[in-house]
């Protein structure tokens, strides 16, 4: 099948593009609003944006009726955001928090999730997740969309601090296999990292040493 989706309906029941871009990682992100009302809340539109500084990115889609979502106000309101990882072990507490709920409900409450104080920022963390970003807020981008729903706020933040615990790390790296990252797979589906491998482009010595160590 193909259709073309600016000129036509998806031919299936469900809509597909979604699916099509997976696993998508997912950003759990938290905040706090000028009440200092804290806010946890996942998005599966992010991505790391660049590596020297850090960045990141995600994706806030506005409500029906062209609401912004908290998580994007309040990063702006307060200049910092916290980008958690999201691991199967938190997955009921991820999905919990993904509630719409009034903006004077704390999602970690809700979510029964602990907290802990970012260093850098008035922030909560979440205590559990095995990594946490706290990021900077750096800018916004409303794109606008065929409707409200499809209207989306694009926040830019740099990594200011990174914390993992040690327990995670492993000869030197993240140990992946052990962290158990959860993903989104379209739908109302998720995935979980089952298998994986290590590959190297062919390249020069000091090119792969960029790729593994970053700016470092």
């Known amino acids: 099948m193909k259709y073309d989706p600016s000129k036509e309906k998806c031919p299936l029941p469900y809509s597909i593009f979604r699916?099509?871009?997976t696993p998508r990682p997912i950003a759990w992100i938290s905040t706090t609003d000028e009440n200092g009302i804290d806010n946890l809340a996942p998005f599966s539109?992010?991505?790391i944006v660049t590596i020297d500084p850090p960045m990141v990115m995600f994706c806030a889609n506005h409500y029906p009726d062209d609401t912004r979502k908290d998580s994007a106000r309040n990063a702006?309101?307060?200049g910092w955001f916290v980008w958690n990882?999201?691991?199967e072990d938190l997955k009921e507490a991820v999905n919990?928090?993904?509630m719409i709920v009034p903006s004077q409900v704390d999602e970690f409450e809700l979510a029964n999730v602990a907290?802990?104080?970012a260093d850098l920022s008035q922030i909560p963390m979440v205590a559990d997740s095995p990594c946490q970003l706290e990021c900077k807020y750096i800018s916004t981008q409303t794109i606008k969309g065929n409707s409200n729903l499809g209207t989306v706020d694009l926040i830019l933040g740099e990594v200011i601090r990174i914390h993992v615990k040690d327990e995670y790390i492993k000869?030197?790296?993240m140990d992946v296999s052990k962290t158990q990252v959860l993903a989104r797979m379209g739908y109302i589906d998720y995935a979980t990292i089952g298998n994986s491998f290590s590959m190297q482009v062919p390249m020069a010595p000091e090119?792969?040493?960029?790729i593994m160590c970053g700016s470092d």
């Open 45 to 47: 539109q992010c991505q």
């Open 85 to 87: 990882m999201a691991t």
């Open 19 to 21: 699916a099509c871009i």
């Open 171 to 173: 000869d030197g790296m």
């Open 96 to 98: 919990k928090s993904a």
């Open 207 to 210: 090119l792969l040493n960029i």
């Open 115 to 117: 907290k802990i104080k």
């Open 76 to 78: 702006e309101s307060t």
